[in-house]
């Protein structure tokens, strides 16, 4: 049944189990398209789309993230880094690493957008997906973030701001967080 589209806001969740079979290309095609189709600060479109398909790397991204993690001042962090059952992609068949160009103006604001148009693309076709920023870390350290950034042939200049793990869902309908009051206030008359 066709959704509208604050019903496929509404209905997104961040997927953290999916099915090991692999999303089709031309689903994952819509869902990269979506992300180009974002705002971007004076239209520079500073992003770069690295779509991942490889276990073992996205397994070695993982553990060197973990072992990030644990050695932050965060305690959930620390706690998250620490648990040996987690995959920080959750085993997702893709990986989706969304970059953007440091000279930009506005890179961390374009490649958000991007990500967020291209998790409701993926919502709208059903398909699974978790903004996953943990990846930050190791992207962003001193000596592997280079060693990383080449075994997944970063673009020269580009900062890895985000993945998107993408799947089609293990379990559907899970419930969505309550949304918090008090966040809207409006302004009419002086
Ligand atoms: C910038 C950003 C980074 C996030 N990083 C992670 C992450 O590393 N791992 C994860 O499981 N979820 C991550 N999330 C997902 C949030 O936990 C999730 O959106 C939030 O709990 C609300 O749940 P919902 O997406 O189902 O509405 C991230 C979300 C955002 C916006």
Redesign the pocket.
């Known amino acids: 049944m066709e959704k509208i589209f604050l019903d496929v806001i509404k209905s ?3 997927v ?1 189990a999916y099915k090991d079979e692999q999303v089709k290309d031309e689903q994952l095609e819509l869902i990269l398209e979506g992300g180009m189709w974002a705002p971007s600060g004076i239209n520079q479109q500073s992003w770069h789309f690295t779509v991942v398909q490889n276990k073992e790397l996205l397994n070695d991204i993982s553990n060197e993230t973990k072992k990030i993690l644990q050695k932050g001042e965060n305690d959930y962090l620390r706690k998250l880094g620490e648990n040996e059952n987690l995959q ?1 992609f ?1 085993n997702a068949p893709t990986v989706i690493l969304v970059s953007g160009d440091e000279k930009a103006a506005t890179p961390m604001e374009d490649t ?1 957008a991007a990500v967020q148009n291209m998790l409701l693309v993926a919502e709208s076709m059903s398909i699974g997906t ?6 930050q870390g190791l992207f962003s350290h001193p000596q592997l973030g280079e060693v990383y950034k080449k075994k997944c042939n970063i673009p020269e200049g580009y900062k890895v701001y ?1 993945a998107v793990s993408v799947g089609y869902k293990k379990i559907e309908g ?1 419930k ?2 309550r949304r918090k009051e008090n966040k809207i206030n409006y302004i009419k008359h002086l």
Do not use: E, K, L
């Open positions: 997104r969740r961040s953290r920080i959750y958000s978790c903004w996953v920023g943990t990846i985000h899970q969505a967080p």
